[in-house]
């Protein structure tokens, strides 16, 4: 099964990708690892219906790559840059991607909970200058406690422990080592979106504005993508 935007199933609780035959869901954290590797070449095998969660981040998934090694082919790599403004809403929600000499990403989330403070909430990635490994690949997944039935019965995050993911319930933050970086919550969005729009089987050149989005307004945004042909080219 070749990734691309078309064989996005679900995007409900995670990114799911798929056919009629078989499907394999909580695949943004990895290719968010990929992405940030510079990998566009792999065969990936999964005995499962989900990729494991590891420790809720894609820390984990860097260090494994890292480990096993990366080859350079004889292949042009392919980047798909982006001539004219794209956007994809949904109600308050949008994602816009617009010309840009690079790859930034600039990420805004809103929950109705105190412990997501206003000042925590917004973050401005520009990965020609910063480390997705020290600023981003880090960040878990968070939930909060009273959605953790409707996980299971969607028979995500089996395993789901405080080890691989940040609880919040209505107090605050339930881990006892409480936060990795002071807006964890926003920079694992980002690093969902990351590996979201690593579906499109080129890296994009551009700047993203991106605005409460999750994985269902970041697939759209690639269908966007894909229809307006005539705003981006392929190099």
Same mark, same amino acid.
């Given at each position: 099964?070749?990734?691309?935007?078309?064989?996005?199933?679900?995007?409900?609780?995670?990114?799911?990708?798929?056919?009629?035959?078989?499907?394999?869901?909580?695949?943004?954290?990895?290719?968010?690892?990929?992405?940030?590797?510079?990998?566009?070449?792999?065969?990936?095998?999964?005995?499962?219906?989900?990729?494991?969660?590891?420790?809720?981040?894609?820390?984990?998934?860097?260090?494994?790559?890292?480990?096993?090694?990366?080859?350079?082919?004889?292949?042009?790599?392919?980047?798909?840059?982006?001539?004219?403004?794209?956007?994809?809403?949904?109600?308050?929600?949008?994602?816009?991607?617009?010309?840009?000499?690079?790859?930034?990403?600039?990420?805004?989330?809103?929950?109705?909970?105190?412990?997501?403070?206003?000042?925590?909430?917004?973050?401005?990635?520009?990965?020609?200058?910063?480390?997705? %490994?020290? !600023? +981003?690949?880090? &960040?878990?997944?968070?939930?909060?406690? =009273?959605?953790?039935?409707?996980?299971?019965? @969607?028979? #995500?995050?089996?395993?789901?422990?405080?080890?691989?993911?940040?609880?919040?319930?209505?107090?605050?933050?339930?881990?006892?080592?409480?936060?990795?970086?002071?807006?964890?919550?926003?920079?694992?969005?980002?690093?969902?979106? %990351?590996? !979201? +729009?690593?579906? &499109?089987?080129?890296?994009?050149?551009? =700047?993203?504005?991106?605005?409460?989005?999750? @994985?269902? #307004?970041?697939?759209?945004?690639?269908?966007?993508?894909?229809?307006?042909?005539?705003?981006?080219?392929?190099?």
């Amino acid at each position: 099964l070749k990734v691309d935007p078309m064989i996005v199933l679900d995007t409900r609780l995670c990114s799911t990708i798929g056919n009629k035959d078989f499907q394999i869901a909580t695949v943004e954290h990895l290719m968010s690892a990929l992405s940030a590797s510079g990998i566009d070449n792999i065969t990936i095998e999964v005995s499962g219906s989900e990729i494991p969660i590891m420790d809720g981040s894609a820390i984990t998934f860097i260090h494994l790559i890292k480990s096993a090694g990366i080859v350079d082919q004889h292949a042009p790599k392919e980047f798909i840059r982006i001539k004219k403004t794209i956007e994809a809403r949904q109600e308050d929600k949008f994602a816009i991607f617009e010309p840009h000499q690079g790859f930034v990403i600039d990420f805004t989330i809103d929950f109705p909970h105190p412990v997501f403070k206003t000042e925590d909430s917004h973050v401005n990635i520009d990965f020609f200058q910063e480390s997705y %490994v020290q !600023d +981003i690949s880090r &960040a878990r997944t968070f939930g909060f406690k =009273h959605e953790i039935e409707k996980l299971r019965e @969607h028979g #995500l995050a089996k395993g789901g422990t405080l080890n691989n993911a940040i609880l919040v319930d209505e107090k605050g933050v339930v881990n006892i080592e409480g936060l990795r970086y002071e807006n964890e919550f926003v920079r694992h969005k980002t690093l969902d979106f %990351v590996g !979201d +729009i690593y579906l &499109a089987q080129a890296y994009i050149i551009g =700047h993203f504005e991106v605005n409460k989005s999750g @994985h269902s #307004l970041n697939n759209k945004m690639l269908h966007s993508l894909i229809e307006d042909k005539n705003k981006w080219r392929l190099i």
